[in-house]
């Protein structure tokens, strides 16, 4: 048989031991953090029905969601009816679903931690499967909910131990003021926010220029669009919040009042901007908007915001929310080059402290193959982790425990059967020890160094 | 807008807090019970490239695999060219590729416990999202793997407190000895196995039966089955091993050696029985297979087996492996009528010990509102659960309070803030203790009991 393509599919990863040791570490840290803040774990399907999840996102957004051809005899369907389930997109949407269906929108705080699928190109860093950690406040108003999310986002980026940081804030209806002081057309905003959103990422120059290309081509009214492009100038922050219909916004105060409880909170306060040209891609934002990026970043590493429609959209009731989520790829590629790897030697880095305890037992022949198996059941039964061999000649064993990194090495043959002991062997400096077998608590004491 | 349907897909669940933590606390028993039985963890995406999956399931595997729409104009695709990727359907398939993918399958034992999703029809306790709990010896061959498999899923059984249960065991070839020695055709051996398959769930009657009509209408020669059929009684068990085929094949000195090691190695070792009838439905399984029911319960708990050809179907490579795998829903479904729910009340069950702990803020007014989070966060820092009050009238954030189940109250209203100092509120007993703001530790020790 020819080889096969074992690779996964583009865009996801395999998760080999030691790389998965560090995500779940940094996943129970952010679950304990979490847990501290006041807020609950809820879980929600992989799949949606393809109705609950459409329209939410956003243009670009709809184009990347993964859906599930329907099962059956598809011959009949028309070409858009193909899919009835898609992959969850993100958290927030399933999220808001299933406590609209529990009947919680009016006081539950949720964390949630799993991965979500997008159908984006697959390149270096960005990935179709990737995971989220969602915190959100159902049923909270302004400033509690924003105040709240921050603060719970900031202890699990301080968990990850993430070095420094910026948190930029906004609020759409400072959006659209300043889309208001430029008299730019209600139906041309949504343009105006999507090239805006790309400012981190492309600079000033690109994104003026993005601007007057689709002002011309796609705007109901270019010129005051283009008026704006010219205006895309480093200094420009400062004059958007002077101009005198953002100044006066509501959504001013709001963001000063979280500035000064975050700062009056927080001891270890990173600096919190408020930068009225944030624009965040997903359409449901109604209100306050946030991202967080690491210094030297580009890309932010956490994001979220206000929004009060969705739960209405996904449920038909409305609801205040806030909420955000870190993106867990982003902050664990800070301090490493690349997380997932697929070479064997690779698999052993990591995995040094879960190794360094666990009992490699030979297998001396296949006579005591019963009695091996009894003295492996009775370590374990002290608590203690147990490889057994499978048998073969004994220098292929001790390659495997070699390989395996596991440190002690449990000798069971005819001498120690006849003698009723064991002997251990510290692979590190090569000691041996006998050891009675009415006496095993001496390898536990051995083996955890007491 | 009208109310919308906020049902998970049909098949699947939300799982709110007090559920989600059960499973959790469930899911870590066992990742400690498979880790210190040697294996290690490993996580495959949820989708592969469809190609991989199909064709290793039999038949009707194969249809209740979920598809993934291709992405783009689909429009010139034929209807059977729809589809590049699916859901994982187990596992293992999934497993076996990234093990191939990291050169592991000469030596490794990995764990995995994770959903996979298949097109079910949905029913009362089938879903088409459910929970595998997987553990796999690659590269080891008979009896370490099969004995290996045993002791890890039994472990995990103990360690979920599952009472009363057996495992049955059989292999294969003892079904081809059992289809020879009837003189059945090789091309209607599979026909017999999916039948046999139902045994323990309808019974020696319904399965002769469906034996009869089904190899009258679909067996290249369908006299020799119907005579199986003729014989298939409650104790055709023990016909079936005196038959010279299956008594004189290697397997059944593979089972025995099996239950001898078991017996051997394990006190509290439920009974092992050889089931010579035992099929089980995956077409991938080589040599030994077995099955653990729970007292009085139809359905497998857990299952598994040898699968040496499967290794080399998905990559290429031949390898030796056993394994098996515990099915979380059935498994937690024993001891609960039904696990998941979706009632706000029942939201609050097994929560209890949280929220005992857990310190309720309230904001007793906004002018309060930065000095109330910075005693919050002060809180926290001493590693206690604090929920901040997000504010409104003083009934109500007491009414949530209670709806949360939080014990402890914390008011600090002007008259705390005058004297630096807070009052906590015992809500179990309503003791009141006044603390000053100098000495939060005497708050971690009224909530903590010590």
């Not at 081509?217 to 004059?239: C, G, H, M, S, V």
């Not at 105060?253 to 990173?270: A, F, M, W």
Request: glycine share 8%.
């Amino acid at each position: 048989m020819a080889k096969r393509n074992t690779k996964p599919a583009s865009g996801t990863r395999d998760f080999l031991p030691a790389a998965l040791l560090r995500r779940r570490a940094a996943i129970r840290r952010l679950e304990e953090v979490f847990e501290q803040h006041g807020f609950l774990p809820l879980e929600t399907p992989a799949f949606e029905r393809l109705e609950t999840l459409e329209g939410l996102y956003g243009e670009e957004g709809d184009k990347l969601i993964f859906k599930i051809l329907r099962r059956g005899d598809i011959s009949e369907q028309d070409a858009d009816n193909l899919a009835d389930l898609a992959l969850r997109y993100d958290l927030t949407v399933p999220a808001a679903r299933a406590v609209a269906q529990a009947g919680l929108q009016h006081n539950f705080r949720r964390y949630q931690i799993g991965p979500v699928w997008r159908a984006e190109r697959a390149a270096a860093g960005r990935f179709r499967e990737f995971w989220q950690c969602d915190v959100d406040l159902y049923g909270v108003g302004s400033p509690a909910g924003e105040i709240e999310t921050l603060l719970a986002l900031h202890a699990g980026l301080q968990a990850l131990e993430v070095g420094d940081y910026t948190i930029y804030i906004n609020a759409r209806p400072l959006l659209v003021a300043l889309c208001d002081a430029f008299a730019i057309d209600s139906a041309d905003r949504k343009l105006v926010l999507i090239v805006l959103d790309k400012l981190d990422k492309i600079g000033f120059e690109k994104t003026a220029e993005e601007l007057k290309t689709r002002a011309t081509q796609e705007a109901q009214n270019a010129k005051p669009i283009i008026e704006l492009a010219t205006r895309l100038t480093p200094d420009f922050r400062e004059q958007v919040l002077a101009l005198e219909e953002v100044a006066e916004s509501d959504s001013v105060q709001l963001l000063q009042e979280i500035q000064s409880c975050l700062t009056r909170g927080v001891q270890d306060l990173p600096a919190v901007v408020l930068d009225p040209l944030l624009a965040r891609g997903l359409d449901y934002y109604t209100g306050f908007i946030f991202e967080i990026r690491a210094e030297g970043g580009k890309d932010a590493i956490a994001g979220g915001g206000r929004y009060d429609d969705l739960m209405k959209a996904v449920s038909g009731v409305a609801s205040q929310v806030c909420g955000g989520s870190l993106g867990l790829e982003r902050i664990l590629a800070l301090d490493e080059a690349e997380l997932p790897n697929t070479k064997q030697s690779d698999n052993k880095q990591g995995l040094q402290q879960t190794q360094q305890q666990t009992l490699h037992i030979t297998l001396f022949d296949e006579t005591l193959r019963a009695q091996t198996y009894q003295l492996s059941q009775e370590l374990r039964g002290l608590g203690l982790a147990v490889f057994t061999e499978s048998g073969g000649k004994l220098a292929t064993q001790l390659k495997r425990a070699d390989e395996a990194e596991h440190r002690w090495c449990v000798f069971y043959g005819s001498d120690e059967a006849q003698s009723r002991s064991l002997t251990l062997k510290d692979l590190a400096n090569g000691e041996e020890h006998k050891i009675a077998l009415d006496n095993l608590e001496a390898v536990k004491k051995l083996v955890r160094g007491t």
